[in-house]
């Protein structure tokens, strides 16, 4: 779908392409350059993922993020690798791991959530 571009939009892609690791909303809230309201950020976010541009992981907790994988091919509906989520510092990450899973004849997998959970190396 062809969407408008905005300041909003422009901001929020930056930072998450520059970050390197997945965002909760109250992160890119917080390090935004820009005056942005909630609405707005949360709306931006989740036509990024409506138009492939960037993913949605769920940790164990509930808690939202977002990331923008830099190896997955372009417009890659289903993102099959892992993220890890480090219990210390709080950052999620995007593992090039691929998923391996078997799921019963018949089914089809659209998306898979699998967050790992430990600590990172930098904290180990």
């Known amino acids: 779908m062809n969407r408008r571009n905005t300041p909003a939009k422009e901001a929020v892609l930056h930072l998450l392409a520059q970050s390197g690791k997945a965002l909760s909303h109250d992160a890119i809230e917080r390090e935004l350059d820009i005056d942005v309201n909630r609405a707005t950020i949360y709306r931006v976010l989740n036509q990024f993922c409506e138009d492939e541009i960037a993913h949605r992981i769920v940790a164990e907790d509930g808690k939202q993020y ?45 998306h898979a959530n699998c967050v790992l959970t430990g600590t990172c190396n930098a904290c180990a």
């Open 66 to 110: 977002f990331a923008i994988c830099k190896k997955c091919e372009p417009h890659e509906v289903v993102h099959h690798h892992f993220h890890f989520r480090c219990v210390s510092c709080d950052t999620i990450e995007c593992l090039q791991i691929p998923v391996q899973y078997a799921v019963p004849d018949g089914y089809d997998v659209r």
